[in-house]
């Protein structure tokens, strides 16, 4: 057994059965989505170990729903489509893909392509976690304490603190942050992260113990780091 889950995402009823048939008798635990809608539900639920993901669908493309599912996630993602052009193979692969797989394709190459991806994902480095008296911050459970006490983040703001806190200390600019957070087309509107900064800063501090978030590191207005022992991050101009 493989003991992986694989959420395989696709509009057409007949390919899902399919795939599901020879990833279950390769060992794999499987389940669907056949929408970009339904995916990023389903990957916010099952946590699959890896998406299979077909970018022409009705609701939102593939490539929509990559973008919106690496926001929160790390697994490996693999684009499958008819599309073969140098163009698509870009556009997939700066949407959060890892790898593009070309219909029709030999079910021996997904195979490997699925192993092979499996393979670079276990053996990368877990997702960072914040353990103070203060702050627990799980990254890969969506789980934030404050004292002890559990704290309900809007996905915009866990995706601020999210980032912040993969970024290991390294400087980030207000531009970088937005483009992460909000995506390629927003990277002015500083607006919106001064909102969510405002809320983070709010649910998260208290002014009778040492803050979380501290206000150096401030930027055209918005001030914010994230500090733990030895390390702080810090949005930078």
């Given amino acids: 057994m493989n003991n992986a889950t694989i959420l ?14 020879t990833l279950c008798s390769n060992g794999y635990d499987v389940v669907e989505a056949k929408s970009g809608q339904e995916a990023i539900e389903m990957a916010v ?11 022409n669908m009705a609701d939102m493309s593939g490539l929509e729903a990559c973008s919106k599912i690496r926001l929160s996630f790390s697994m490996p993602i693999i684009v499958v489509t008819v599309r073969n052009s140098e163009h698509d193979k870009v556009l ?3 949407s959060g893909a890892d790898d593009y797989v070309v219909k029709p394709f030999a079910m021996g190459e997904l195979l490997a392509r699925i192993r092979a991806a499996l393979r670079r994902s276990s053996s990368a ?13 799980d ?17 915009k703001e866990f995706e601020v603190l999210r980032t912040l806190v993969v ?3 390294k400087p980030l600019t207000h531009k970088r942050l937005l483009q992460t957070v909000w995506g390629p087309d927003h990277a002015e509107e ?12 709010k649910k998260i501090e208290n002014d009778s113990c040492a803050s979380p978030l501290h206000p150096d590191g401030a930027l055209a207005g918005i001030p914010l780091s994230v500090a733990k022992p030895g390390l702080r991050k810090t949005i930078a101009p």
């Fill in 139 to 155: 990254i890969k459970r969506r789980i934030v304490d404050v004292r002890g006490q559990r704290v309900h983040l809007s996905p």
């Fill in 167 to 169: 970024q290991e200390g």
């Fill in 45 to 55: 639920r099952e946590h699959p170990d890896l998406i299979l993901l077909d970018v």
């Fill in 125 to 137: 480095e877990p997702l960072p976690k914040i353990e103070t008296p203060e702050l627990s911050i």
């Fill in 8 to 21: 395989v995402v696709d509009d057409e009823p007949q390919i899902r059965r399919v795939l599901r048939s």
């Fill in 190 to 201: 500083t607006e919106n992260l001064r909102v969510v900064i405002n809320q983070l800063r």
């Fill in 92 to 94: 997939a692969l700066d």
